[in-house]
């Protein structure tokens, strides 16, 4: 009887033991006390970027496009009027092969450019080759036509998951989100707009907007938005500069 006893328990212990590696393995661990859960994530695999951690009053301007061409040129000349030297453009490689000129002009003021993908699909739809496609076409199209090899994109619809992610990170990309939308895309008129955008600000914020021509609005809101942060302290820097040597958040307060 003890032989089996004793059987008995090393069988248990080894069962124990695997489940406990089994469970280790998946990142997650239960302690019976004080009934205490515990995530371990033993390879959470690349993030989008949100924001960063910073005690310095800075914010990253960044706009998407990847339609039309009548809405650009204004946002453009305001970033111009109000001397605004520091932005980021994510550019759809379709958008930016049609129109050089405004690429060459979004350049010239010497503005950060990031990749918008090339089709303005939702990717975690597609498969792993189609979304290393979709990647690799748009990184073809920037270069050639901007010189310089982009390190930073946005998802079209700012879709993904972690396939997306890993395949991005893979590729040699950052995958930036955002952490204040203007909603500038909803067209709730310029009053909304900005005072969305001088509400939700903070220190190494990402703010969304567009240049694209669905955003009837946003060169209207654009000269009180810089003003408003300016007003209160905020200095303006590309997307790059922002995360260069600081914390990034990874978690996203808003949608």
């Not at 859960?37 to 496009?65: C, E, H, M, N, R």
């Not at 709730?188 to 969305?196: A, D, F, Q, Y």
């Amino acid at each position: 009887m003890n032989f089996f006893l004793v059987l008995s328990g090393k069988r248990l212990k080894r069962s124990l033991l695997i489940l406990f590696v089994l469970l280790f393995a998946a990142g997650v661990f239960y302690a019976e006390n004080k009934n205490i859960q515990v995530f371990v994530p033993i390879d959470p695999g690349p993030s989008a970027i949100y924001s960063v951690d910073t005690g310095k009053k800075q914010v990253a301007l960044t706009f998407d496009i990847s339609w039309g061409e009548e809405r650009t040129s204004p946002i453009l000349n305001v970033l111009e009027q109000k001397g605004l030297k520091k932005a980021t453009f994510f550019l759809s490689s379709p958008w930016a092969e049609s129109h050089p000129d405004l690429v060459k002009r979004i350049t010239n003021m010497g503005y950060e450019i990031g990749s918008h993908g090339h089709r303005h699909d939702n990717y975690s739809q597609y498969s792993e080759e189609q979304i290393r496609t979709q990647i690799l076409k748009a990184d073809e199209i920037l270069q050639k036509v901007t010189g310089k090899k982009p390190k930073l994109i946005r998802f079209p619809n700012g879709d993904f998951d972690k396939r997306v992610l890993r395949i991005a990170d893979r590729l040699g990309y950052k995958t930036i989100q955002w952490d204040t939308d203007s909603r500038d895309w909803m067209n709730p008129g310029k009053e909304e707009i900005v005072n969305r955008v001088l509400s939700k600000a903070h220190p190494g914020d990402i703010i969304l907007m567009h240049a694209s021509d669905s955003c009837r609005q946003t060169h209207e809101a654009l000269p009180e938005i810089i003003d408003g942060l300016r007003a209160k302290g905020y200095e303006f820097v590309t997307v790059s500069e922002l995360i260069a040597g600081s914390e990034v958040d990874t978690n996203s307060v808003e949608k």
